[in-house]
């Protein structure tokens, strides 16, 4: 009996000792970058090593888990940045490529506010071809730049089906901005308006088709009148 | 292919590369209600396909306006309301923190950005702003504008403070008073045109309305002194109709 007291006494005290010494070599291991790790250091490094009589020490160290607490780090994807690729009809000369860039941060659900800027090149009006001599405008004024600040309007959210098996969210939205347009070197003020349909082939990258009117002043050919120009266009944007 | 387009493409793939979040670096949170309900999209009427119950783990993949993506330990992700977020709990056991912007702590947001549109003595004016608060009343506040008339076409960047008067008000007024530069191009039918930079100083007030959660509508008047080469300086009328304004 005396002897399995001793014995007793003995693991306890190398117990703990030991076990917080074990916890010790648990810090070579590389720490894991969970939130819910045991920072073992703590609780290692503040134990006296195990040469002590058990009685300085308390039998049971407790060993309380401790996790490194992390704060929410959400990746947040309210931005959307892309390029386009498209028709623009301007009003009296001709149609032709336009391209641009997109960049859109998402508000709500519903609303998006987006700026557009887009690059295209007019080409001769009727009256130039015919008559076959009398340039309206030089070779640099024919190109056509603009730029728009618009607030969109997810109207119609919903999801496209392709076969059985595959759903993809979209949605059909309007927009309406203002801007400006450089065109015959120089910059007008531009109203723009449309409606455009996205489709999400998954959760970080929009297909989109648009249309779009830019409507501004013009008094180039004599009188001053409104254009409608025209654009369609196809683009590829992402979230970030 | 224009240079700015191929400096955008490489934008846009340098984005794309980032779009792959690391697995380890996801947030991890534990349902606090009774359960919460997987959308298949990031919007109200996409359709539940899937609930977790009280009690998981589930992973935060991402956060599109107010929807959260998560993923389940059996790899099925689907989008979450904020509503549900809300009483969900951090691994520690206490709340999960969204930093949520509204009517309460709408002041403590520090930036503010916007977009508004008016009149500059009788031309269109296009204005986008940006600021920083220092305290609950007084920002900072650097402002854009560009001003299409029909005689000339001009733009400015200005600097100034603004002063929010009761800003715990939902109907708020403002004083405004800063400096800047303004550029004026005229139109070329114009005789003695020329092009110029002068000094503008300002000085304004206006109201912004606390819509909801993190946005605003603004209307401003400012009076701007132009410091021209000339005998005289100019004063302008600047009118701000409406503007749009967002925290963040």
């Known amino acids: 009996m005396e002897v399995s007291r001793l014995r007793v006494l003995f693991l306890i005290a190398f117990a703990a000792t030991a076990l917080p010494g074990c916890a010790m070599f648990r810090d070579d291991e590389p720490e894991a970058t969970q939130a819910a790790t045991v920072p073992a250091a703590e609780s290692g490094a503040t134990t006296v090593p195990a040469d002590d009589s058990p009685e300085s020490k308390p039998i049971i160290e407790p060993q309380v888990e401790r996790r490194t607490i992390k704060r929410a780090k959400i990746d947040t994807e309210d931005f959307e940045i892309g390029a386009y690729f498209g028709v623009l009809s301007i009003e009296d000369f001709e149609s032709h490529t336009v391209y641009g860039g997109r960049l859109a941060y998402h508000l709500t659900e519903d609303f998006f506010i987006e700026g557009t800027l887009g690059q295209s090149r007019a080409g001769r009006t009727s009256y130039e071809t015919l008559s076959g001599s009398a340039a309206l405008l030089t070779d640099d004024e024919r190109d056509y730049t603009y730029y728009a600040l618009s607030l969109g309007w997810n109207v119609f959210p919903g999801e496209v089906f392709i076969g059985e098996n595959r759903a993809y969210n979209s949605a059909f939205y309007l927009v309406a901005g203002i801007g400006s347009t450089t065109f015959a070197d120089e910059d007008r003020f531009t109203v723009s308006g449309g409606f455009g349909y996205r489709v999400l082939p998954t959760d970080w990258l929009a297909v989109h088709f648009d249309v779009r009117d830019h409507v501004f002043d013009i008094d180039l050919l004599g009188e001053k009148k409104i254009v409608n120009n025209l654009e369609a266009h196809l683009g590829l944007s992402i979230f970030f | ?248």
Not at chain 2, 28 to 38: Q, V
Not at chain 2, 91 to 114: F, I, K
Not at chain 2, 148 to 158: C, V
Not at chain 2, 216 to 221: I, Q
């Open chain 2, 1 to 248: 292919m224009p240079r700015w387009l191929r400096a955008l493409t490489l934008l846009v793939a340098f984005f794309a590369a980032g779009a792959w979040a690391d697995d380890d670096e996801l947030q991890k949170i534990l349902i606090a209600d009774p359960f919460i309900e997987l959308h298949t999209g990031p919007g109200r009427g996409y359709p539940v396909f899937h609930v977790i119950e009280r009690g998981r783990e589930v992973l935060i993949v991402k956060r599109r306006t107010d929807w959260f993506q998560v993923r389940t330990d059996k790899d099925i992700e689907g989008w979450v309301p904020r509503d549900q977020m809300v009483a969900t709990l951090l691994p520690t056991g206490e709340p999960l923190d969204l930093q949520e912007p509204s009517r309460e702590n709408y002041m403590s947001r520090r930036w503010q950005g916007g977009i508004m549109a008016g009149d500059f003595a009788g031309a269109s004016l296009i204005s986008v702003f940006g600021g920083y608060a220092f305290s609950d009343n007084l920002s900072i506040e650097l402002t854009l504008n560009h001003i299409l008339g029909e005689f000339s076409n001009s733009a400015s960047a200005t600097l100034g403070l603004m002063h929010v008067f009761v800003p715990e008000w939902r109907v708020s007024p403002y004083f405004t008073l800063g400096t800047g530069i303004i550029y004026t191009d005229p139109k070329s039918t114009l005789v003695r045109a020329e092009d110029r930079t002068d000094q503008i100083g300002y000085v304004g007030g206006g109201l912004q309305f606390y819509l909801t959660r993190r946005f605003m509508l603004r209307s401003e008047y400012r009076n701007n002194v132009i410091f021209t080469s000339r005998d005289d300086n100019e004063e302008v009328d600047e009118w701000k109709y409406l503007g749009f304004a967002f925290f963040f």
